[in-house]
């Protein structure tokens, strides 16, 4: 963007003021301060303090305006000068049928509005040709000499502007009408008319283009375009011919647009400029106006762009035809050479014109007459126009934030604002360059919102909003604080008393102009990017009109108020260069702007912005609102108040008034009062004798106006009884009416006598202060040598603060007299009651003797009488006293301790500090101290601490210094460091890891106790040497005891011994026991308890008491089995304490087992009257089973526990496999014995444990016997094994009755003939690896191949699922019972069953009584064909686990016999080492599920109730064998465990 070559040099900066927040509290005194300041510059800058930042309160959706459309260089007045020329001749030029092309000159275009001045300035156009003066005016237009441009100047005058001036001048010529047809170089000119202008309207979508040039002719618009703009149809020119551009009908049939060949081919046109539309109307002698002409011509046929002959048609009417006369030669004969004007309809033959026309001329044609008339008219007033879009505050800043981005080609918060101001100027002073800019300015704010927040019932204001609602710097308080004089006018006048909102984007601007009634202005910028501002001083204002009316006579000839109207700039520079003072500023967000009265202020806005403005009236502004009505009476212009009126209503109430307003008012009303009775005394003289009172404030303002000035009567007015519509001010009483002077009557507000009383209160109100300050002034200053009561001046401070007289230095004088007068007599009340009270004074107002001397000093001095100053002349008499007997004790040392002690306490009670008392206060101190180091240290007293110590240093180093003293403070030094240093050892001892024997703490605590000094540590470490002493009393006691001690006991022992910090060899011994306690519990609990089991131990050894309760064992089971139930003392009803009795756990043991027994057949007799689940009635009830899912148990699937009999869903218990209790060593039992079928089933509320052999149990017990502690586990474990062995010899003495062996016997028999009975081909072979877990399943002989010891997972599947088929085929085949079993012989054994049930240990002699009772009744078909459905389930999901075991295999021996590497074994831990292939195996399954994600199915848990060691295995053979003596070794459990250890003492009494 390249700039103009003229830049733009910007004026001086404006004074800017930064108010503290003290001066900013007082908006109208700050600014009245800045005024000597500032209003030499005219306008100021003010920036708030920083946290002054008021919220923005307009409702930003509900804000639309409608702004204003500004051409830049329409608003410069040289400028616009130039364009209305440059329109003039256009038209000119128009009219004669050509248009306008301006020539370029050097590159630039000719200025023809200068070339015409410079010319008439020179002489004229004769006088320049005949003095060959055309070089000298290529000079003054700034053109280069030596290039021959003067003789091209007079050409382009000669051809364009000659003409036009000759015109004019009044000169009779017809002038080329084709000037410039062979000026193909020179640029058309489009005139700059405002009509034209409103039909294209500004927008973000309408292109604004940079630098719109203005010499580029605009396409014409359609027919449809001037249809819908009325300026457009209301001004456009109907018939053939040139017409006025961007105002011809364009055909919509483009070909009519062609060139016509046979005629002249019409040239381009220009534009009448019209400045603020109105019909264009040419003046002429004919009645019929120009539009009328151009309707006639409305329905020519041919095409606007040709200019085509009217020529006078052969009409049938005669008489028409000879209305067609010359009007120069007054005759119609050949009318073939007769023309038409389009003007006025005058007829001309073309010989007759001056000069001749050889021949008729196309389109359209003027007459003489009706040029002149159109070059003549005067312009009409220029303003701006509106645009016809509404703006929202978001549309707004993006169209002008787009448009500056374009217009810079940068983003907007980059551009400086330097280069702003001077394309701004630069493109003001443009006649080639058009730019169009919208402004939202005068925006009511009481109809839109103030940007400020208002107190008013609309909204609810937060705290903070309210504050700045009523802050004085809001632009809506304002005006109408006390201090301003418009507070004082009850009409709500926008933009003076009401703010007006301006909404801003680049380039729009604010034109020279001051403000109404000369009164100030604020403007405040909320946000958004700087407004630039010039401001002129009052000074100057006169000078800054005379330079406009001298640089642009031809604006202001035609708009005599043209500066009023806010639409003309004029370049500050040309301002500045004849001698007008001009300042700039920019004002940025959150700043204000002042402008002061008659202050010119321009300006323009740097981009998107919104700023409020006010104006405002002060005192010192009276005498120029004054000036300012004299002005606008010489202007004629209307007045927005009555100044007079103003005056008089504050004249009314000066009560009211600020008293600087008073005063000012006073001034101003005396002048006026003066003027009034000059004005009605001419009256008197003219012989106006009739008047009349008149409330002209109840009048509007257009009825009370001076048909002569304008101006707005208040104080008078003359009228005429006969004309009663108007009337004038009494400085136009010559103007108003030819009437008779008898007929004219005064009109008045007040009278003569009126005025001067109002006058007098005025002045009263003026000069009160006066006569206040003498007052005032006279006590102060003590000038008749009386002082005056504190009474006295109160009276005066409340008269200035009643008459609200202002904050001068008189009043602050006496405020401050007072205030420190009444601080006197506080100080001096309080002195006196302090010396009464004594030692209860208040501590710290106590006041040295030369503060008391000062204080007497200031009293004396004040202008005040005060009573108490007689008060203090005693005070400081007893303190003079006292301080002379004090010296005298001083000097006479040794003086005796209470001596020095009442003398101190004397001088305590005169409330006044004297030097020689603290001499006294530090000789008592040192004799105190003393004699506390004294009692401190004596062997009788009680030992100190060593805060104690430390605190005696410390008193010590502030008391006076003497021999004594140091010598104390020596011995306090050294006993303090002895101490600290046996502290620090005895600290050591505490705190270090590495403990010390008793002996060493004896040692140190020993020689500790010779210091006379307490010690925390010595006594810390000596608590806890006597802890540990009885400590070890406690180890001998119960290791010497009677009995085993218990585990718990020795736990806590070793918990307390951990934490002394004592050696102690003890505890060692005794943390092994408990070591070893703890690791024979692990293992009995590995023995006994399933994995994550919900039981404890000791839960599992005991019997369950509570077992005949259904709901109770349930419902703590589920406690147990969510963790809430972990109380193992309410076992078998005992406490803590009993627990370590082992007579108490043996006698609850026994209690137990009779409970659970009852409990149990209790609980079997419930449960069987529950319905089955396998019924097909079945429904759920109350008394229904439950599920340990919670859930009734039914249909096929339920499994009945063989113990409490309850039912069971078979998949959320662990059941039997059905062939799992086959033995080794004989034959294979045929598939038919189904008796020993493993179908028992107890449900896990009955079997809480593993039920180990009894021969473990018994190892444990002999690993207890060796344990030197008690546990009571192990009680539980000996009376559990005691049960076991009891229950073992019943039953085998059952086993071995004749009856039974018989039973046995036959069951043998048939057994054998079941096998030998069995087919070849359909044999089944039972094979039992003996491995735990893999289980005994039958298989068919046919199926193993090779005789392999290893079946692929697909062969075992397909044997295990033979298997189920074959037993599902067998079931069919089943009868029994096999065994008669007399009533007498199946009770015994019943209730030997559930006995045996009921023990958490498994015994052979249970699985033979088992299987007798099995085969004394038919077989459970149900629940065998269940066992089947489940085992299928289970199989399946092993098979599925198979396979995915055997893929990762075959994994590891692709990759190279990983599993076999010896250094990768060696890193795996032993327990995968040791366990051989079933420990690889069960690792292969946890790899498996970790990469199935856990969905793998479960391997099968062990069967309950089977036995799974090898003496579970043995036939029936060796239990009949053993007979009944078998019992006799083992009767007891004393002698299984003599035989067990015998060489092992037991300790334990059972």
């Not at 001088?907 to 003393?930: H, I, K, M, N, S």
């Amino acid at each position: 963007m390249e700039l103009g070559s003229d830049d733009f040099l910007p004026p001086p900066e404006c004074p800017v003021f930064e108010p503290s927040w003290a001066e900013f509290r007082d908006p109208l005194g700050y600014i009245a301060k800045i005024r000597p300041i500032a209003e030499k510059s005219g306008i100021c800058k003010i920036r708030p303090p920083a946290d002054w930042q008021p919220p923005f309160a307009v409702e930003v959706d509900n804000f639309r305006f409608t702004p204003r459309i500004q051409r830049l260089n329409e608003l410069e007045a040289q400028t616009r000068v130039k364009l209305n020329y440059l329109d003039q001749i256009a038209k000119f030029w128009e009219i004669q049928g050509s248009s306008l092309k301006i020539p370029n000159v050097e590159r630039r275009i000719l200025d023809l509005y200068s070339l015409s001045k410079i010319v008439v300035e020179e002489g004229g156009y004769e006088t320049i040709c005949k003095d060959r003066r055309w070089a000298r005016v290529a000079q003054r237009l700034n053109y280069p000499p030596g290039k021959n441009i003067g003789s091209l100047l007079r050409s382009h005058y000669e051809r364009i502007v000659y003409p036009y001036e000759m015109y004019q001048s009044g000169a009779n010529l017809v002038c080329n009408t084709r000037p410039f047809d062979n000026e193909e170089k020179d640029k058309e000119y489009k005139p700059h008319s405002i009509p034209l202008r409103q039909s294209v309207q500004p927008s973000k979508f309408n292109s604004y283009g940079r630098r719109a040039k203005r010499l580029q002719p605009d396409p014409e618009p359609t027919e449809e375009d001037i249809e819908k703009n009325p300026e457009l149809k209301k001004l456009q020119i109907y018939g053939a011919g040139p017409k006025m551009m961007g105002l011809g009908l364009m055909a919509k049939d483009k070909t009519l647009r062609k060139k016509d060949k046979e005629g002249p081919e019409c040239p381009p046109t220009v534009v009448v400029k019209e400045e603020l539309g109105g019909d264009v109307k040419m003046e002429s002698a004919s009645p019929k106006t120009f539009l009328e002409g151009k309707e006639e011509l409305s329905h020519s046929p041919e095409p606007c762009t040709k200019m085509t002959m009217r020529l006078r048609r052969n009409h049938s009417n005669a008489q028409f035809i000879e209305s067609y006369v010359c009007r120069m030669c007054s005759r119609g004969d050949e009318d073939d050479k007769l023309l038409l004007c389009d003007g006025c309809d005058d007829n001309y033959h073309i010989f007759c014109l001056l000069p001749p026309l050889p021949e008729i001329p196309k389109g359209v044609w003027r007459c003489p007459k009706c040029v002149m008339a159109e070059c003549k008219r005067p312009p009409e007033a220029f303003g701006f126009e509106q645009a016809t879009r509404e703006y929202t505050l978001q549309s707004f800043g993006e169209m002008a934030d787009s448009f500056k981005a374009d217009y810079f080609n940068m983003p907007v918060h980059m551009v400086p604002t330097e280069l702003v101001e001077k394309e701004f100027w630069r493109l003001v002073n443009s006649i080639e360059e058009d730019v169009t800019v919208e402004y939202g300015a005068d925006i009511h704010s009481k109809e839109f919102g103030s940007g400020f927040p208002v107190s008013d019932s609309k909204r609810h204001l937060t705290p903070e909003e309210e504050e700045y609602a009523t802050s004085g710097w809001n632009l809506n308080v304002m005006p109408v604080l006390e201090q301003s004089v418009l507070c004082h006018i009850n009409a709500d006048i926008s933009g003076m008393k009401v703010p007006w909102l301006y909404v801003g984007m680049v380039f729009s601007a604010f034109c020279w102009h001051i403000e109404d009634h000369w009164s100030y202005s604020i403007n405040y910028l909320h946000w958004g990017e700087p407004k630039t501002w010039y401001g002129v001083p009052s000074l100057a204002a006169e000078h800054l009109e005379e330079v406009m009316k001298k640089l642009t006579p031809e604006l202001f000839d035609s708009q005599p108020d043209l500066l009023h109207q806010l639409v003309t700039l004029m370049n500050p520079n040309t301002l500045m260069s004849h001698g007008v003072p001009v300042v700039r500023t920019n004002q940025c967000a959150g700043e204000f702007v002042i402008t002061f009265p008659r202050a010119y202020h321009s300006g323009f806005n740097q981009g998107y912005n919104f700023a409020e403005a006010v104006n405002f009236c002060t005192a010192d502004w009276l005498p120029a609102g004054r000036q300012c009505i004299e002005h606008y009476r010489r202007l004629r212009r209307y007045c927005v108040f009555s100044h007079e009126e103003l005056i008089c209503k504050m004249a009314a109430c000066p009560e009211k008034l600020d008293l600087n307003l008073a005063a000012a008012v006073h001034k101003e009303m005396f002048i006026m009062v003066q003027e009034e009775r000059r004005l009605r005394k001419a009256l008197l003289e003219k012989g106006i004798t009739e008047a009349e009172r008149e409330a002209f404030e109840l009048l509007p303002d257009d009825e009370r106006q001076c048909i002569k000035c304008k101006t707005t009567c208040f104080l008078s007015a003359l009228a005429c009884y006969d004309c009663p519509d108007g009337l004038v001010c009494l400085s136009h009483i010559n103007d108003l009416c030819k009437c008779s002077s008898s007929r004219q009557y005064l009109r008045y507000r007040y009278t003569l006598d009126e005025l001067p009383a109002m006058l007098h209160k005025l002045k009263v109100r003026a000069e009160s202060f006066d006569t206040w300050a003498n007052k005032v002034r006279m006590a102060l200053e003590v000038e008749d040598g009386r002082k005056r009561s504190l009474e006295e001046l109160r009276a005066l401070e409340s008269e200035a603060r009643e008459r609200r007289f202002p904050n001068s230095e008189l009043l602050q004088r006496l405020k401050n007299c007072l205030s420190e007068a009444e601080a006197c007599v506080s100080r001096a009340l309080g002195l006196v009651s302090g010396q009464e009270a004594g030692p209860n004074r208040v501590a710290g107002l106590q006041m040295t003797l030369a503060e008391l001397r000062d204080f007497l000093g200031q009293m004396n001095n004040l202008p005040c009488a005060m009573h108490q100053i007689g008060g203090v002349k005693g005070i400081l008499e007893q303190v003079e006293a006292y301080q002379t007997e004090a010296r005298e004790a001083l000097v006479s040392q040794p003086s005796s301790p209470g001596l020095l002690q009442s003398l101190l306490e004397r001088g305590q009670q005169l409330g006044v500090e004297v030097p020689e008392a603290q001499q006294l206060q530090r000789q008592v101190e040192q004799a105190r101290w003393l004699d506390e180091v004294k009692r401190t240290l004596a062997p009788s007293a009680q030992r100190g601490t060593l805060a104690i110590m430390r605190g005696l240093l410390v008193a010590g180093a502030n008391v006076a210094p003497s021999p004594a003293v140091d010598k104390a403070q020596a011995e306090l030094q050294e006993l303090l460091t002895i101490a600290e240093r046996w502290e620090e050892k005895a600290h050591l001892c505490l705190e270090a890891r590495q403990k010390h024997p008793p002996a060493t703490l004896e040692a140190i605590i020993h020689e500790a106790e010779n210091i006379p000094v307490h010690l925390p540590n010595i006594q810390s470490l000596k608590e806890a040497l006597a802890k540990a002493r009885a400590w070890i009393a406690d180890v001998d006691e119960i290791q010497n005891g009677d009995h085993y001690p218990c585990l718990d006991d020795l736990e806590g022992l070793v918990a307390v011994g951990r934490d002394l910090p004592v050696g102690l060899e003890e505890l060692r011994q005794l943390e092994l026991q408990v070591l070893t306690a703890h690791s024979w519990r692990e293992k009995a609990s590995k023995t006994f308890l399933k994995k994550n089991s919900c039981y404890t131990l000791l839960e599992v050894l005991c019997p369950c008491a509570d077992a005949g309760s259904d709901s109770t064992k349930r419902s703590r089971w589920m406690e147990k089995e969510l963790g809430l139930y972990k109380s193992d003392t309410e076992l078998l009803g005992l406490s803590a304490q009993d627990l370590r009795d082992p007579g108490s756990v043996i006698v609850a043991f026994k209690e137990g087992e009779q409970k659970e027994k009852e409990g149990i057949l209790q609980l079997r007799r419930t449960n069987s009257a529950k319905p089955s689940p396998l019924a097909s009635l079945t429904t759920a009830s109350s008394t229904a089973s439950i599920c340990v899912c919670g859930q009734v148990p039914a249909g096929v699937g339920a499994l009945q526990c063989d113990l409490c009999q309850d039912w069971f869903h078979g998949r959320c218990v662990t059941v039997p496999r059905l062939l799992g209790s086959q033995r080794p060593g004989l034959t294979s039992s045929p598939l038919l014995a189904w008796w020993e079928w493993d179908t028992k089933f107890l449900c896990p509320l009955c079997m809480r444990s593993r039920r180990p052999r009894l021969e473990t149990i018994l190892a444990l017990l002999v690993a207890l016997q060796r344990l030197p502690v008690r546990l009571p586990e192990g009680e539980a474990l000996q009376c559990l094994t005691e049960r076991a062995i009891s229950w073992q010899g019943r039953a085998r003495q059952v086993l071995a009755s004749e009856e039974v062996t018989a039973l046995l016997g036959r069951l043998a028999e048939l057994r054998q003939r079941l096998q030998a009975e069995s087919k070849p081909e359909e044999s089944l072979t039972y094979s039992s690896d003996g491995g735990e877990g893999t289980g005994n399943m039958p298989k068919v002989q046919g199926l193993l191949e090779n005789g392999d010891s290893v079946t692929s997972p697909e062969k075992v599947a397909t044997e295990e699922g033979s298997d189920l088929e074959l037993l599902s085929s067998v079931l069919p085949q089943l009868t029994g019972p096999v065994l008669e079993l007399p009533e007498a012989t199946r009770a015994p054994l019943e209730e030997l069953m559930m006995e045996g049930d009921l023990l958490e240990v498994t015994l052979d002699e249970n699985h033979s009584i088992w299987q007798l009772l099995q085969a004394g009744q038919p077989p459970d078909l149900e629940r065998v064909h269940t066992l089947l459905e489940l085992e299928k389930a289970e199989r399946h999901g092993n098979r599925t686990r198979g396979r995915a075991l055997e893929r990762r295999r075959r994994k590891k021996v692709d990759r190279g016999g990983e599993a076999d590497d010896p250094a990768r074994e060696e890193l795996e831990p032993k327990r995968v080492r040791s366990s051989g292939p079933e420990a690889e195996e069960v690792q292969e399954e946890e790899e498996l599920e970790e990469e199935t994600g856990g969905e793998v199915p479960p391997v099968p848990f062990p069967t309950n109730g089977s036995p799974s060691t090898q003496e579970d295995q043995d036939g029936l053979e060796p239990v009949l064998e053993a007979g009944s003596d078998t019992l006799g070794p083992f009767s007891t459990l004393t002698s299984r465990l003599l035989m067990s250890c015998p060489q092992q003492p037991s300790r334990q009494q059972l």
